[in-house]
C-alpha cells in the first residue's frame, strides 16, 4: 500500500482531522491533527496499515513488541501477532514510563518500539532508556504517524506509515488564535 492509500484511510476513519489544537508534547498549536484512536475502531484498517510496518520488521528477530501507553498498546498487539512475538506495554507512572503490571523485558531479548504517533521524539526517548535499562537490545520503531518536522535519528532504524509535517506554532504566533478559533486539547500526557 503507498504512503497516499494509507492517507486516504487516515481520512476516511476520521484520524486526521483539521481545526485548531494543542501539540501536547511540544504546547505549540497546529491546524491539523492525528488522532489515531479514530483509525483503531475499525480493525481491518489498522491491521491492514500495521501490515505494511510489520513488513518492514519480517527479517528481524523480534522476540517483544513494546507499545508505550497508551496510544501504543494496540499497534504493539497488532505488530506482535504479525510477526508472531509477545507483546507489552509501559506506562506513566509518576510522570515517567514504567514496566508495571508484572511485566519484565528478559536480558538480551529483542525489542521492537510501537507507537501510533511520534511528534518530539521524547517519549521514545525515554522507552528506549527504559528497554535498554531492563536489559533488552531495542530493534527498532515502527509508527504509524510520524509529524516529526526533520528526521530523528534513534539509533535504531524507524519505519513510519505515513509521515506528515503539519505546521506548527506558538501561541502569540498561531494565526488560529489571532481569528478567535477555539483552541482544542485532543491528548494528554497525564495518562
Given at each position: 500500500?503507498?504512503?497516499?492509500?494509507?492517507?486516504?484511510?487516515?481520512?476516511?476513519?476520521?484520524?486526521?482531522?483539521?481545526?485548531?489544537?494543542?501539540?501536547?508534547?511540544?504546547?505549540?498549536?497546529?491546524?491539523?491533527?492525528?488522532?489515531?484512536?479514530?483509525?483503531?475502531?475499525?480493525?481491518?484498517?489498522?491491521?491492514?496499515?500495521?501490515?505494511?510496518?510489520?513488513?518492514?520488521?519480517?527479517?528481524?528477530?523480534?522476540?517483544?513488541?513494546?507499545?508505550?501507553?497508551?496510544?501504543?498498546?494496540?499497534?504493539?498487539?497488532?505488530?506482535?501477532?504479525?510477526?508472531?512475538?509477545?507483546?507489552?506495554?509501559?506506562?506513566?507512572?509518576?510522570?515517567?514510563?514504567?514496566?508495571?503490571r508484572g511485566y519484565q523485558i528478559e536480558n538480551g531479548a529483542r525489542v521492537l518500539i510501537a507507537e501510533d504517533v511520534i511528534t518530539t521524539g521524547g517519549s521514545l526517548r525515554e522507552v528506549l532508556?527504559?528497554?535498554?535499562?531492563?536489559?533488552?537490545?531495542?530493534?527498532?520503531?515502527?509508527?504509524?504517524?510520524?509529524?516529526?518536522?526533520?528526521?530523528?535519528?534513534?539509533?535504531?532504524?524507524?519505519?513510519?506509515?505515513?509521515?506528515?509535517?503539519?505546521?506548527?506554532?506558538?501561541?502569540?504566533?498561531?494565526?488560529?488564535?489571532?481569528?478567535?478559533?477555539?483552541?482544542?486539547?485532543?491528548?494528554?500526557?497525564?495518562?
Amino acid at each position: 500500500m503507498t504512503q497516499q492509500e494509507r492517507m486516504a484511510i487516515l481520512r476516511e476513519t476520521g484520524a486526521i482531522t483539521e481545526g485548531h489544537f494543542l501539540i501536547t508534547s511540544s504546547h505549540r498549536h497546529t491546524g491539523r491533527m492525528v488522532q489515531l484512536a479514530r483509525l483503531f475502531e475499525d480493525p481491518a484498517k489498522t491491521k491492514a496499515i500495521l501490515a505494511d510496518l510489520a513488513a518492514e520488521f519480517a527479517d528481524t528477530q523480534v522476540d517483544l513488541v513494546l507499545g508505550p501507553a497508551i496510544g501504543g498498546i494496540l499497534p504493539a498487539y497488532e505488530l506482535s501477532s504479525q510477526l508472531g512475538a509477545k507483546n507489552i506495554f509501559c506506562e506513566r507512572e509518576n510522570g515517567r514510563m514504567r514496566l508495571r503490571r508484572g511485566y519484565q523485558i528478559e536480558n538480551g531479548a529483542r525489542v521492537l518500539i510501537a507507537e501510533d504517533v511520534i511528534t518530539t521524539g521524547g517519549s521514545l526517548r525515554e522507552v528506549l532508556a527504559l528497554v535498554r535499562a531492563a536489559g533488552g537490545v531495542p530493534v527498532g520503531i515502527a509508527a504509524i504517524a510520524n509529524l516529526a518536522a526533520s528526521r530523528l535519528d534513534f539509533g535504531v532504524p524507524l519505519y513510519s506509515a505515513v509521515c506528515i509535517a503539519p505546521e506548527s506554532f506558538d501561541e502569540d504566533e498561531c494565526p488560529y488564535c489571532q481569528k478567535g478559533i477555539a483552541l482544542i486539547r485532543p491528548a494528554s500526557r497525564s495518562i
